[in-house]
């Protein structure tokens, strides 16, 4: 059966990683290298194990969170089908399981909010670690001149944190934003399509969304 570990120690899936990242500074793009994928691939084990799913499940969406963004090797265009066809033939020729070929392709078609649908828990995951992983970290230009509005909102935040209650009822973001480098407007600006999307990933694990920002409820 194959494993998480497997994935992540695999040399020929770490060269597609880094060098779909080395496609995207060309772009002008926010991190998607290792600290992204790791973090995404970790939250979606948080956000499945918390909410009592199998272990296999859970492994799942880990593998499917730490290949997800390997399609922006072949173009940011449509990377999600792209990077789906991609995991295809990476899993098929390590001998992977067909269901679980399929339930991480399916995660990982659908997990970009152009054409994105919640097709089953996987994606669910998948789409909230992704989603929500905003970060100064993840800015490559921090020059003092950056007009960007992308930059500039993954610019101010200086914390970031996913969390489910105790009772499982909600998944709250909450943020820690510097407003002097961007405006909580300029948040939704950018990326209210990528919170309802959370929204519905969310709902279909059961959970509520919420949004915090600056200790304000603000979803």
Known sequence: MLTFEQIKNDACINT?????????????????????????????????????FPERDVELAQIAGYLHDIGNLVNRADHAQSGALMAFHI????????????????????HDEATAVVVNPIAAALILADKTDVRR??????????????????????????????????????????????????????FLVRMILCRKAAEALGLQFKLVINDQALL
Do not use: P
């Not at 793009?29 to 499945?48: P, R």
């Open 137 to 190: 970290s993840r800015v490559r230009n921090t020059n003092a001149g950056v007009t960007d509005i992308h930059d500039r909102v993954n610019y101010s935040v200086i914390g970031s944190e996913i969390t489910i209650d105790k009772e499982r009822t909600y998944i709250q973001l909450q943020l820690t934003v510097e407003t002097q480098y961007s405006s909580v407007m300029d948040y939704f600006e950018i």
């Open 16 to 52: 597609y990683i880094r060098m779909a990242d080395q496609a995207l500074v060309a772009l002008g793009f926010t991190e998607h290298s290792f600290a992204h994928v790791a973090k995404v691939a970790d939250t979606a084990k948080y956000i499945l194990e918390t909410m009592g």
């Open 91 to 110: 899993l098929n020729n390590m001998n992977a399981d067909a269901e679980d070929i399929a339930l991480i392709v399916s995660a990982i078609g659908n």
